[in-house]
């Protein structure tokens, strides 16, 4: 089976400045790799996904995140960011038959002003 | 991508009564629906894997008796927490999926709070 690893549970930042959320995951076999954000009280949404093709992965709100397999990595970043980007954000990974993803423990965003 | 509803969206129960959680896939078949519970600050932890019209997979440590989850169509999973207790309090949440289709990646639904007195 996988697993992920993300390496901070919590990071702080203020408004307008870059950030990186770093993600490890451990697999035997080929995957697919996800970030998702979660707002307070709400389900997830999905932020950008790796399936295949170009390591470097474009999503919304301005993140994006490379696929470094060498490095069993998939870390998340945004040249910018916004109060509104203050969340819990989650890697996980699953099988190429999408039928056992695992998440991450999460990494909580707080943009200050 | 596809719309996933939950109802209810929170719940208030006591202990020792059933709850049953519908998750809805509003515009997409759902060949896979796939239940987890997060507690407060935790991650998601899978639960359950259903398929439609056969017999819930359950993760190791997941009561079968006590989580009963039914996947009665492409569109309709509900998960029954039976006998609820205090430390079955938990945000619940479901996802689709349908092999086969263009979308290779889960669909999320927002989650029910599930609070037992």
């Known amino acids: 089976a996988q697993s992920v690893t993300q390496l901070d549970s919590q990071v702080p930042v203020f408004e307008e400045a870059p950030v990186e959320l770093r993600c490890n995951y451990s697999?035997?076999?080929?995957?697919?790799l996800f970030w998702y954000v979660q707002y307070p009280n709400q389900g997830l949404q999905l932020l950008l996904k790796?399936?295949?093709?170009?390591?470097l992965v474009k999503g919304i709100n301005g993140f994006e995140a490379e696929f470094n397999k060498s490095q069993t990595s998939f870390h998340l970043r945004k040249p910018s960011v916004h109060i509104s980007d203050t969340a819990e954000y989650f890697c996980a990974v699953s099988d190429l038959n999408n039928n056992d993803m695992r998440f991450g423990a999460g990494t909580r965003l707080t943009v200050k002003p | 991508g596809a719309v996933v509803s939950q109802h209810p969206s929170r719940v208030i129960c006591k202990s020792g009564t059933s709850v049953k959680i519908e998750c809805r896939s509003l515009?997409?078949?759902?060949?896979?629906m796939f239940w987890y519970r997060q507690f407060p600050k935790q991650s998601l932890m899978l639960m359950a894997t259903s398929n439609e019209g056969s017999k819930a997979t359950y993760e190791q440590g997941v009561e079968k008796d006590k989580f009963l989850i039914n996947h009665a169509s492409l569109t309709l999973s509900t998960l029954t927490v039976t006998s609820a207790h205090p430390e079955d309090s938990s945000f619940y949440i479901c996802s689709v999926f349908s092999s086969g289709t263009y979308y290779n990646e889960q669909f999320f639904g927002p989650g029910t709070r599930l609070t037992v007195l």
């Open positions: 515009d997409f078949q759902a060949t896979t």
């Open positions: 697999s035997s076999v080929s995957v697919y």
């Open positions: 790796y399936l295949s093709g170009s390591t």
